[in-house]
């Protein structure tokens, strides 16, 4: 019982924010409410918590005892949680002066390269193409003001 644990708390909160984010308003997908976006969010957590509930049935007790093995936290992975939430605090200082594009490319950058030791080409392509997709969707399409930075982009 206790390997449901996680997934559980991770559906019962993911359906509590999801009823919050409803009752901000969801509004349209031309002009998303602001409970748009997190009542989204809320449903993919929701789906993943329920993917590892029915994944967690059907593992064996062999299956399981690997896994707990593979879940000890390091420090080489703490270190990755800080490098993450150091670089998402650098996002944020450096979106109003950089702008939108540039900053989310660094960021990325900074994930593939640095934290994933990606090699560089395939994580400056990926990069930009992130990049791009998140200007389109957000600035193009959405229609969403974010700062333009020193380059105006």
């Not at 009752?23 to 993943?48: D, K, N, Q």
């Amino acid at each position: 019982m206790r390997k449901f644990a996680p997934p559980a708390a991770l559906l019962a909160v993911s359906m509590l924010m999801g009823w919050f984010a409803h009752r901000l308003g969801l509004g349209s997908i031309t002009r998303p409410g602001p409970g748009f976006f997190p009542f989204w969010i809320c449903f993919g957590l929701a789906a993943t918590s329920l993917y590892l509930m029915t994944r967690r049935l059907r593992t064996s007790p062999e299956d399981e005892a690997s896994s707990e093995s593979e879940a000890v936290f390091t420090l080489g992975r703490f270190r990755r949680v800080l490098s993450v939430m150091a670089g998402t605090a650098l996002f944020g200082l450096l979106l109003e002066f950089s702008g939108f594009l540039a900053t989310t490319f660094i960021f990325m950058a900074f994930c593939w390269l640095v934290i994933d030791r990606q090699p560089v080409l395939r994580g400056l392509l990926i990069s930009a193409a992130a990049s791009a997709a998140a200007f389109a969707l957000f600035v193009k399409l959405l229609n969403v003001h974010f700062p333009r930075g020193l380059l105006g982009f």
